[in-house]
């Protein structure tokens, strides 16, 4: 079976398809590679030792997706191609429409035409706003508090308005919560261009002594040490989430199914911190500092319907994600 993975040459979309090819499945890849290099497939290929099928392009191009589907018999599309950056988004809202609604539209048009009606959504946990209860059940309500999370929004509600237009669509719509760590062999991982907007390849840059300090945005949330709490997930556990969701479609008739994938588990940014010194053996300095504004609190995932559904539950812990960021991180 073929699986079309769009950004796939990006963070969690590289370590997905390592795990969909090591679960049998043949994969091409649609990246525009304007957050990725092509090399990032060639390192899949040192892991997996198959080198995926690539096409340069953009996923709000409808002559690209023609050709692609009618150059191979796809059986399913996992869709990782967006923008998400939440502090860009309030910048550059129109592009991130553009790319991350537009886009999306283009897609499912092109599977649509295509006959193609299996695929799997990256969603994310910033669809349920500032938490009114914790965990976070996929039935919580949803609200976003910038424009990269109203991508996310409307996006989902396009497959819910287009799973009820016509029968046979099979969707599974993945909410992540904060992927963090690299796969275990050092060749991929999280590549950000410039100044990491995320703790965790933050943390890394300063434990590598790339930047001096941490800032660590507030520490009087209500949380026991009072800096913000989340729900870290190791990106081969949400890869291995993925497959199983792509199980569970291909043997549904049809469903439009919504689940976390998290871990349940809840750690504070000096949690991750005092994590990464263990991983790095070095001593990472940072300063308490003004809340960063538009965060939450705390955030962390409810995780029972992902194993009742997809009978998939997150295996590694912090210290193997610091481990294995780390192992990415100071790669030659
Ligand atoms: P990433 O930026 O590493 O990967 C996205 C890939 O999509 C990149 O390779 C980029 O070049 C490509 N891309 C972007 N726009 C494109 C377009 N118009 N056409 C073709 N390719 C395009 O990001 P990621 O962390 O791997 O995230 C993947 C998906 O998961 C995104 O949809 C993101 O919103 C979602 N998500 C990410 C996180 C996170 O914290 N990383 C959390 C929740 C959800
Ligand atoms: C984690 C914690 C910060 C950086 C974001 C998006 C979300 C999702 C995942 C895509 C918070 C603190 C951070 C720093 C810090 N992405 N922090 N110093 O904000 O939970 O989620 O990524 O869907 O939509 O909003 O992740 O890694 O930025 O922050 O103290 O330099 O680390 O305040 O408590 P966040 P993050």
Not at 49 to 65: E, H, W, Y
Not at 153 to 179: I, K, Q
Not at 296 to 316: F, M, P, S, V
């Amino acid at each position: 079976m073929t699986i079309l993975v769009t950004g796939g040459a990006g963070f969690i979309g590289s370590h997905t398809i390592v795990a969909l090819q090591q679960a049998g499945y043949r994969v091409v890849v649609l990246d525009n590679l304007c957050n990725s290099t092509a090399a990032v497939l060639d390192a899949v290929a040192k892991i997996t030792s198959v080198k995926p099928d690539f096409v340069q392009g953009d996923i709000r191009n409808a002559a690209t997706l023609a050709t692609l589907f009618d150059a191979y018999k796809i059986t399913a599309v996992l869709h990782f191609a967006g923008l998400k950056a939440v502090g860009e988004s309030t910048q550059k809202p129109l592009a991130y429409y553009d790319n991350n609604v537009h886009g999306s539209a283009q897609l499912f048009g092109a599977m649509q035409q295509a006959g193609v009606k299996t695929l799997v959504f990256s969603s994310s946990a910033t669809v349920y706003g500032d938490p009114q209860h914790l965990p976070l059940a996929e039935d919580h309500p949803r609200s976003a508090a910038n424009p990269y999370g109203h991508t996310k929004l409307v996006v989902e509600d396009m497959l819910e308005n287009l799973y009820h237009s016509e029968a046979g669509w099979r969707m599974a719509r993945l909410r992540y919560f904060n992927p963090v760590g690299a796969h275990p062999s050092g060749l991929i991982g999280e590549a950000p261009q410039g100044v990491p907007n995320n703790l965790m390849p933050y943390v890394a840059q300063v434990a590598t002594g790339r930047r001096p300090k941490v800032q660590v945005y507030g520490n009087d949330y209500n949380t026991p040490d009072g800096t913000g709490v989340r729900d870290y997930i190791h990106v081969m556990d949400l890869a291995q989430g993925h497959v199983q969701a792509l199980k569970y479609c291909l043997q549904v008739e049809q469903e439009l199914l919504t689940v976390n994938l998290g871990t349940g588990k809840a750690y504070s940014v000096l949690d991750m911190i005092h994590a990464f010194e263990q991983a790095s053996g070095k001593t990472i300095p940072y300063d308490l500092v003004a809340r960063r504004p538009g965060d939450i609190a705390a955030c962390w995932a409810d995780t029972a319907l992902a194993y009742q559904k997809l009978g998939w539950r997150a295996e590694k812990g912090i210290q193997e994600m610091c481990n294995d960021a780390w192992r990415w991180e100071t790669r030659s």
